[in-house]
């Protein structure tokens, strides 16, 4: 598979341009009047939140790193 074929869409030949564009300046127009609807303060907390999963992922991480360091240590 060559590079540029290994990042097209399924129907990316059967639905024309325009047809697209219209579908991805909807989608945005959808992002940003959800956006509008809630309050600034409900984004905020949605960023901590995601800050607040993404730090509870990497001490799982670490602390996985520091187990398979101790189990190397013994061998």
Do not use: C, Y
Request: proline share 5%; glycine share 0%.
């Amino acid at each position: 598979m060559d590079e540029h074929t290994s990042h097209r869409r399924p129907f990316e030949d059967k639905i024309p341009e325009d047809v697209r564009q219209h579908a991805r300046a909807a989608r945005e127009e959808m992002r940003e009047s959800v956006k509008a609807f809630l309050p600034p303060e409900f984004w905020e907390h949605t960023k901590k939140a995601r800050k607040e999963m993404l730090l509870a992922w990497r001490s799982m991480i670490d602390t996985a790193l520091e187990r398979m360091d101790k189990k190397d240590e013994q061998i």
